[in-house]
């Protein structure tokens, strides 16, 4: 079993330019890659399944996604917040998984929710948060030289708790309120999203 890998991609990215002439997912890496594609092959190479949720007007990201072999669901209310968008996903997810049941697969043993504009975090430690929740944690997180990062992986415990969240803040309530099993890892991309023009490499 796997988790599945949950991408979220459906913010404006209000301050990286605040006109929303700029999407930032859309933005190219030095090495001529586009932020969101970045992020979605780590995930990719990791997870059988991955779903990315998009708003209604996405700019073309959907299109990038759906090309690499994402599973790309439009999330109607994006704009609501990332709780909005990250219930969504989990509920695509579960979906597919009802058909894959049907077709004598296994689900998958819950998520990993990464965030489209963290295209530095590396492999390894998607596959430490994978092993995690199979041995047991209920949430895993990782820890980079003291502070915790992303992404977070949530077991099918948190089911109904994923599927009920709204708002901006995400998962960050359900992180507050339950354990967290903290992962040591030498990955400095844990830390590092695109906030803003000043945080693409040149």
């Known amino acids: 079993m796997a988790l599945t890998g949950i991408l979220l991609a459906a913010g404006r990215g209000r301050r990286f330019d605040p006109d929303g002439a700029r999407n930032k997912l859309l933005q190219r890496l030095p090495g001529g890659e586009l932020v969101v594609a970045a992020s979605a092959r780590t995930l990719l190479a990791v997870f059988p399944r ?26 109607p209310d994006a704009d609501g917040g990332m709780g909005l968008s990250l219930a969504h996903a989990i509920r ?58 992303n992404p977070v992986a949530f077991g099918v415990q948190h089911r109904d ?31 590092r999203d695109i906030d803003s023009p000043s945080d693409l490499p040149s």
């Open 161 to 191: 708790a994923l599927l009920a969240l709204d708002g901006d803040q995400g998962a960050r309530r359900l992180l507050q309120s339950s354990p967290v099993a903290t992962i040591d890892v030498l990955d400095p991309g844990i830390l």
């Open 50 to 75: 991955v779903v990315a949720v998009v708003p209604p007007a996405d700019g073309g990201v959907g299109d990038v996604l759906r090309q690499l072999g994402c599973e790309v669901t439009v999330c």
């Open 92 to 149: 695509h997810s579960l979906h597919a998984q009802l058909h894959d049941q049907l077709h004598d697969q296994s689900p998958g043993h819950g998520w990993l929710v990464a965030l489209g504009d963290m295209p530095f975090v590396a492999p390894s430690t998607l596959h430490a948060l994978d092993a995690a929740v199979e041995e047991g944690a209920a949430i895993a997180a990782p820890l980079f030289e003291g502070r915790r990062g």
